[in-house]
């Protein structure tokens, strides 16, 4: 299985500053047909089920503010929130979805 | 608007069974992938099983292989989780979730149902 490492495991950011999150996989999911990679970010708050924030590492889902970004390639992935807001209280998780079966960090809380 | 409505959690002992459903509106259920990923309280996401568009195809994980069965009515725009031999490993919330574009990216979730395995 490819295993997703994220850090740190929970940060404290100030309203309007920016939130830096890692996701390390334990093998490449850079897919070369495609030319990208298969990592996906999640964002869950609190009794609510996780919603689709970026896919292909960098591609916001419609509808997603563009504080949020996403960049990396390979197996190091990086997901910034910049000018923080209040509602970006959550956890944030990535997943692979190069290989069966498809795995998820461990999360990254987000707070104020 | 994508809705995906849960059902049919509840306790249940330690080798008994449930059947989950999901119901989906608001987008053509027959052309989509659908997959259940749970989660349990406090943990990551975990993805349990797979079903193709026209049910043809399931892949399950290897925690679940033999015991879960993933199976979907597109007449009535349902899928299901038939979970037999349940342990209390699999306490968690289940999510039914739709795959966009057949990538194994999860587009959009239900609210869940809770599974609580416990004697």
């Known amino acids: 299985d490819i295993v997703m490492t994220q850090s740190p495991d929970s940060l404290t950011v100030s309203l309007g500053e920016r939130a830096t999150i890692n996701c390390k996989s334990s093998q490449s999911v850079f897919y070369d047909f495609r030319k990208k990679s298969n990592l996906a970010w999640y964002q869950q708050k609190p009794g609510q089920p996780p919603k689709l924030l970026i896919y292909w590492a960098s591609t916001r889902e419609s509808g997603v503010p563009d504080r949020f970004s996403g960049s990396g390639s390979g197996t190091d992935f990086t997901l910034t929130i910049n000018s923080l807001q209040a509602e970006d209280v959550a956890i944030y998780y990535c997943q692979q979805y190069y290989d069966i079966p498809w795995t998820f960090g461990q999360g990254t809380k987000v707070e104020i | 608007e994508v809705q995906l409505v849960e059902s049919g959690g509840g306790s249940v002992q330690p080798g008994g069974s449930l059947r989950l459903s999901c119901t989906a509106s608001g987008f053509t259920f027959s052309s989509y992938w659908m997959h259940w990923v749970r989660q349990a309280p406090g943990r990551g996401p975990v993805w349990v099983s797979r079903i193709r568009s026209d049910g043809t195809t399931t892949t399950y994980a290897d925690s679940v292989k033999g015991r879960f069965t993933i199976s979907r009515d597109n007449a009535k725009s349902t899928l299901y989780l038939q979970m037999n031999s349940l342990r209390a490993e699999d306490t968690a919330f289940y999510y039914c979730?739709?795959?966009?574009?057949?990538?194994?990216?999860?587009?959009?979730w239900g609210q869940g149902t809770l599974v609580t395995v416990s004697s």
């Open positions: 979730t739709r795959d966009w574009d057949s990538t194994n990216v999860f587009d959009n």
